[in-house]
């Protein structure tokens, strides 16, 4: 069974950095898609970053320039580090992995950044 465990949410002023973490078990990461999204209260949830199979990362404009998507494949885990961040950051962050067609998905890390 796959499962995705995200850490390291917390609350930060603004401006700060905060570094999540994503341990997969179950399956290895390595070569597979990985994302990151947020949902923010009240809003849908939304993509922020990908890891693509070839070690290719995206981002989506809201984040690019600030945050920074990694992967370690021998601890099967992926991170995503946060810098700059604004009170409109505020949101539970999670973390997907893509295993032959079959997106599985973590609980989620919430992150507050005060203003």
């Known amino acids: 069974q796959v499962q995705l465990v995200e850490s390291g949410g917390g609350l930060v002023q603004a401006g700060g950095s905060l570094r999540l973490s994503c341990a997969a078990s179950?399956?290895?990461?390595?070569?597979?898609?990985i994302g990151w999204y947020r949902q923010a209260p009240g809003k849908q949830r939304e993509w922020i970053a990908g890891l693509g199979t070839y070690g290719n990362t995206n981002y989506a404009d809201s984040v690019k320039g600030r945050f920074l998507a990694s992967r370690d494949n021998a601890k099967n885990t992926v991170y995503l580090q946060m810098n700059n961040l604004k009170p409109e950051d505020t949101a539970d962050y999670y973390c997907?992995?893509?295993?032959?067609?079959?997106?599985?998905w973590g609980q989620g890390t919430q992150v507050t950044v005060s203003s």
């Open positions: 179950g399956s290895t990461i390595s070569g597979r898609a």
């Open positions: 997907s992995l893509n295993v032959l067609g079959y997106e599985y």
